[in-house]
Nanobody, 128 residues
Framework: QVQLLESGGGLVQAGGSLRLSCVASGLTDSTYAMGWFRQAPGKEREFVAAISWLSTSTNYADSVKGRFTISRDNAKNTVYLQMNSLKPEDTAVYYC?????????????????????WGQGTQVTVSS
């Protein structure tokens, strides 16, 4: 049984930082890209960042470039999202995800319909 478990969300003031973690279990027979999406109330789920299996490639949404950094540790089956200079518009539920398709054809295909597994989400709230 595959599980993705996020942690690290919380309440932070604008300009502050948070580090999200996502531990994957049950994924033992393939290589896969990992990444993050977010969903604010009343809005569609949107891509945030993705990273390839060996961390040789990363991709970011324009809205977070220069502020967020994605990384992964395959020995720990964990992906991280370091979020700096947070803004109120970053407030959302953040979801961890995996995609074998994106690993094969490129991180620009780390789309909702190419996701194999989702985490349950962690809330990030940025106050102004």
């Amino acid at each position: 049984q595959v599980q993705l478990l996020e942690s690290g969300g919380g309440l932070v003031q604008a300009g502050g930082s948070l580090r999200l973690s996502c531990v994957a279990s049950g994924l033992t027979d393939s290589t896969y890209a990992m990444g993050w999406f977010r969903q604010a109330p009343g809005k569609e789920r949107e891509f945030v960042a993705a990273i390839s299996w060996l961390s040789t490639s990363t991709n970011y949404a324009d809205s977070v470039k220069g502020r967020f950094t994605i990384s992964r540790d395959n020995a720990k089956n964990t992906v991280y999202l370091q979020m700096n200079s947070l803004k109120p518009e970053d407030t959302a539920v953040y979801y961890c995800a995996t995609s074998r398709t994106a690993q094969v054809i490129g991180l620009t295909s780390f789309w909702v319909h190419n996701i194999d597994y989702w985490g349950q989400g962690t809330q990030v709230t940025v106050s102004s």
